[in-house]
């Protein structure tokens, strides 16, 4: 018999966690050595080379494809995504922005003393709009369900799309197309599915075309985090982009089921219901954080 818990034990998390995985620590105690942090910051080529293999890393999934990703040539180093996110909204500010309820809250915090707003939830998309989406959605690790409708709409008014993929390697059997004429910038991080990592603030914007704004010029002078591209690179060379679905799906379902727990996508959520509310984030899905419990 399956022993049931509840929406109260202390290990279930609001906040989305990376996973504390020993085989992830163990590896950056092992390489912290040998003057790896001075040898980063020597390396003229390490731009470049983290650029060109972080993204060869993320076409490499075989349990998710991005259509039309490779049209996004234009490869920059940020740190994290929210470098990414600050610089669309510097280049659109003159736009309205929107996003769906339950996104990443950096929006809305951002925009609610600099920016005009608006959820997608409560308005329909206008031409002067400027479009922000996760993919997987961050509350519930997949899609939102609006997802297309909104993509077809900003292709239709000329409404430029960015598309946030920081769970992109936590997740499976995402198949998207990135080859619409909205989706103008996509942009990826390390720190969700590595532990340490979002102390790190490593990421990738990847655009159509090259606007050589701030975040080009800095990289062009070797002015970003080496140390964090550094052992990024030595992370995507040892672990897969698929390493935290297969090592930890089957655990998932199994707290998911002790729990009462619908298994997200992402393998690191549990979608709930009425019972877990006190999760819920401002949209209709009620998200649970299994991070703390997929390492026991």
Known sequence: MIK?????????ARNALPIKDPDIISFIKQIDSQNFLFNALQNVDLRENFLTEYFKWISKSSLNHLKGLQNFKNLSFVHGTSQTFDFFYAENKDKRFRCFKGDF???????????????LDDEDIKSND?????????DNGYLHDETDKVIQKCNKLGVPVLVDLAYYNLVRELDFSLDEPSITCITFSLSKGFSLFDKLRVGM?????????????FNSYDMF???????????????????NQIKYHKKQ??????????????????????RYSKFNRGAKWNRVCLSNLLIE
Not at 130 to 138: G, Y
Not at 205 to 217: G, H, M, N, S
Not at 232 to 238: A, W, Y
């Open 4 to 12: 049931m818990y509840n929406e109260d034990h202390p290990k279930l």
């Open 205 to 217: 914007r990847c655009k159509i075309d090259y606007t050589d704004d701030p975040v080009d010029v």
């Open 253 to 274: 379902e199994e707290i998911c089921t002790k729990f009462g727990l619908e298994p997200s996508k992402c393998v690191n959520f549990g979608l709930g219901d009425d």
């Open 225 to 243: 985090n080496k140390a964090g591209a550094a052992l990024g690179l030595e992370i995507i060379k040892k672990f897969s982009s698929d390493y």
């Open 130 to 138: 400027a479009v922000i989406i996760s993919i997987p959605f961050s």
């Open 105 to 119: 809250f950096y929006h809305t915090l951002s925009w609610k003393h600099n920016y005009r707003f608006s959820y």
